[in-house]
């Protein structure tokens, strides 16, 4: 057994936890493409509703949401101890359980103990954990097939295309999209395929059907790890991670350490939140909990890597921290007006979305990731939906700071805000910086609004608004005139 | 009541007849009006963007020229958040103890317009009278982070003369977000673009909201698109009576016809 102590952060080069791009960059590609925001708009607004609904229906969801919330600190405040208890019991019933620093070594360990089984396919279970870490690379570059079985996870795969939704990931995807995909890629699909769901949704179970009754290694993540009793749990609305995790003879479950509970009895807040918060069902059609092995039933061989990739440096950050409460239900990006408009490519991470831009520059260390933090209006709409009272809006604000102060050279921005801070904390050099401000009446030219063509960076504001011309008073200037001082 | 007005750094620069609107208002109401001269700006804007630290002597200046105040009410329901939420923080983490004490009792005596109206006054009805059909749009920082509620539409509707239509989409941001509006200018006009949309469907003759500065970032949009339709303060409308020409009109037109 080791522990590793370090702070380590998620490393370059493997994985999937960041962008080729900035964010304002890869959202002015997003913000382009019309069908993306018609389809987008449409998810998102029926999700939504649907989740506001059954919300709504229950009667103390502020004090489950508060009670979520108080069971994630109290976890993470001791996430040492809960682990090893976890790994005790993991292998007191049979499992192995592996420490993995991060990407690398966690690729590591699930390709070598694929490759032990002699076996060169796998099934997969939707795990964004297995995203993150980029798996499905590292296994297919060692030979062995990864096949993902959750329907989206599986239009994504198949269609060469990356997630773009923590619950959705082809929700950028219409019907018809899908309908291509599956005439190009699935191999004897009915070439009279239509774009009616339940013609869609029976052409990927007859793919997948072969694919669980062949497969004698699945991998998965998990939702829930009970420490006390060293249970896995793996929520979906399904059933195909069901037949992953029951058919084949080795089960490989991948899992960030900070995917805890204590006791089984904590399991009963969460299965509560996190299906109204996704879905928008009362409950997840599926709920398959295991530990360890049972002779003659189910996989004889179970393996739980944990990961850290990051998370420990997280937890080390006293107001970052919380997204590691996060449980994935993906709410926030829901309602996000960002997210809504640029869809979850433009965040470059598996992450996307509130949560998204405050999780990934944290795994990654802030500088990988320096658009993301910036990547929201602080509307607040986020905090306000999450399940376990997560306050992203808070945290963004904070990593922002962090960048701001890591920064080594000074930029213009910076040397602006400096010289602003010096003349709004001396009111002399503000009535003076007001007066300053009062020239844009020249460029105005007596007009009420400011020409469009000013030079950057207010042309970034010019360009679609226009900017009010000062008046030529201020308010207090006028009030002390008429007032005395 | 003496009450102390925080014109804010950017209504003060740029939308000083918001000011002037609620200091009018306030008066009408019966109480007394001071504006300390030492006032500039609550910092919001350098925290948001992450200059914590330059946000501290900023902060601390609105603390000390706040100091002896009774009640300070801002027409600004961001300010009146930062103020409430992050003001002793950024002075506790800049190392000035004594003063994030005072911050926090300070932030306790600060009110957002319809706040102090409603609950401290004990008003919705301001003798206001204004006959123009108008939508209003309840900013984000006032609806989750001040829990403003619907006080603004309770004084609204007891305006005389104001035909309130709802706002579809209304609880969605406008995407102005501060400098979220130039860092990500594209992302930001089109959350613009469908705030627009919206205001324009509900063929109100005015958008009004709590805050100047969605409004300046809503109002320069739909001057752009020279849609006749224009954004005006909460304040402004309060403000206005049959007896007086309200006071934006007094000075200069808000938006441009």
């Not at chain 1, 195909?240 to 009963?268: A, F, Q």
């Not at chain 1, 950057?456 to 608004?465: D, E, I, V």
Request: one cysteine or more; a neutral charge.
């Amino acid at each position: 057994m080791t522990v590793f102590l370090g702070l380590p952060t998620a490393p370059r080069g493997v994985g999937n936890l960041r962008g080729d791009q900035p964010f304002p960059d890869a959202a002015r590609t997003a913000l382009r493409d019309g069908q993306l925001r018609a389809n987008l708009g449409h998810a998102t607004s029926t999700i939504r509703a649907k989740r506001a609904a059954v919300v709504g229906e229950v009667p103390d969801w502020a004090q489950l949401r508060a009670a979520g919330a108080a069971l994630k600190r109290a976890t993470m405040a001791r996430l040492d101890e809960h682990l090893l208890a976890l790994e005790e019991q993991v292998t007191a019933r049979g499992g192995t359980v592996h420490w993995a620093r991060d990407a690398n070594e966690a690729n590591e360990i699930v390709t070598r103990l694929v490759r032990a089984t002699g076996s060169d396919e796998v099934v997969k279970v939707k795990s964004m954990a297995t995203q993150e870490i980029g798996l499905n690379e590292a296994l297919e570059a060692a030979g062995i097939a990864a096949h993902e079985t959750d329907l989206a996870e599986l239009i994504v795969q198949l269609g060469h295309d990356k997630p773009s939704h923590i619950l959705v990931p082809a929700i950028h995807k219409n019907r018809a999209e899908i309908r291509e995909i599956f005439l190009r890629e699935m191999p004897a699909v009915d070439p009279e395929l239509t774009d009616e769901p339940r013609q869609l949704a029976m052409a990927a179970r007859a793919h997948l059907r072969e694919r669980f009754l062949r497969a004698r290694v699945a991998i998965s993540g998990a939702n829930f790890a009970v420490a006390k009793t060293g249970t896995l749990a793996v929520v979906e609305s399904e059933g195909n991670g069901r037949m992953c995790l029951t058919l084949p003879e080795t089960l490989i479950t991948v899992m960030g350490i900070e995917k805890l509970v204590p006791t089984w009895r904590d399991l009963e807040v969460f299965l509560q939140l996190l299906p109204r918060s996704s879905t928008g069902e009362r409950m997840n059609p599926y709920t398959s909990l295991w530990a360890g092995v049972t002779p003659g039933d189910g996989p004889q061989e179970f393996h739980l890597v944990l990961l850290d990739n990051g998370r420990t440096a997280t937890l080390a950050d006293e107001i970052g921290r919380e997204a590691l409460h996060c449980i994935r239900c993906s709410a926030c990006l829901n309602v996000c007006p960002v997210y809504e408009r640029t869809g979850g490519h433009a965040y470059g991470s598996v992450y996307p979305g509130p949560i998204g831009a405050v999780l990934s520059p944290q795994l990654t260390g802030v500088e990988d990731n320096a658009s993301l933090p910036y990547a929201s209006s602080l509307c607040g709409a986020c905090y306000e939906v999450c399940p376990v009272a997560i306050d992203i809006p808070s945290i963004l604000v904070h990593l922002r700071a962090e960048h701001v102060e890591a920064q080594e050279r000074t930029t213009v921005e910076a040397l602006g805000f400096r010289w602003l801070a010096k003349a709004m904390s001396n009111p002399r050099l503000w009535h003076a910086a007001q007066k300053a401000a009062g020239l844009g009446r020249f460029l105005a030219r007596g007009k009420p609004t400011m020409p469009a063509a000013l030079p950057p960076p207010a042309s970034k504001w010019t360009r679609t608004r226009d900017l009010p011309t000062p008046p030529k008073e201020t308010f207090t200037q006028a009030w002390l005139r008429e007032h005395g001082g | 009541m003496k009450v102390a007005l925080f014109a804010t750094c950017l209504v003060d620069t740029v939308a000083p007849q918001v000011a002037r609107a609620t200091a009018v208002l306030l008066e009408r109401l019966g109480h007394e009006v001071v504006v300390p001269p030492g006032q500039a700006c609550c910092g919001q804007m350098h925290v948001n963007t992450g200059y914590r630290r330059e946000a501290v002597p900023i902060v601390a200046n609105h603390v000390r020229a706040f100091a002896g105040a009774e009640a300070v009410v801002a027409p600004s329901g961001s300010c009146v958040a930062s103020i409430h939420h992050q003001q002793a923080d950024v002075l506790r983490r800049g190392g000035e103890t004594a003063l994030a004490d005072e911050a926090a009792a300070l932030a306790e005596r600060t009110y957002e317009l319809s706040q102090f109206l409603v609950d401290v006054l004990g008003v919705t009805d301001v003798g206001a009278y204004y006959p123009h059909r108008v939508t209003y749009h309840p900013t984000c920082h006032s609806l989750r982070m001040l829990h403003v509620g619907d006080r603004p539409v309770r004084l609204l509707r007891a305006v005389r003369g104001l035909e309130l239509v709802e706002l579809p989409g209304a609880e969605q941001c406008c995407g102005f977000g501060g400098t979220f509006a130039v860092k990500n200018a594209d992302t930001s006009t089109a959350m613009l673009t469908d705030k627009m949309a919206n205001i324009l469907g509900t063929h109100a003759e005015v958008c009004t909201a709590g805050d100047a500065s969605c409004l300046m970032h809503i109002g320069g949009g739909l001057s752009r698109l020279r849609s006749g339709t224009r954004t005006v303060h909460l304040a402004e409308i309060l403000a206005s009576t049959e007896e007086a020409v309200s006071p934006h009109q007094a000075t200069r037109p808000a938006v441009p016809a």
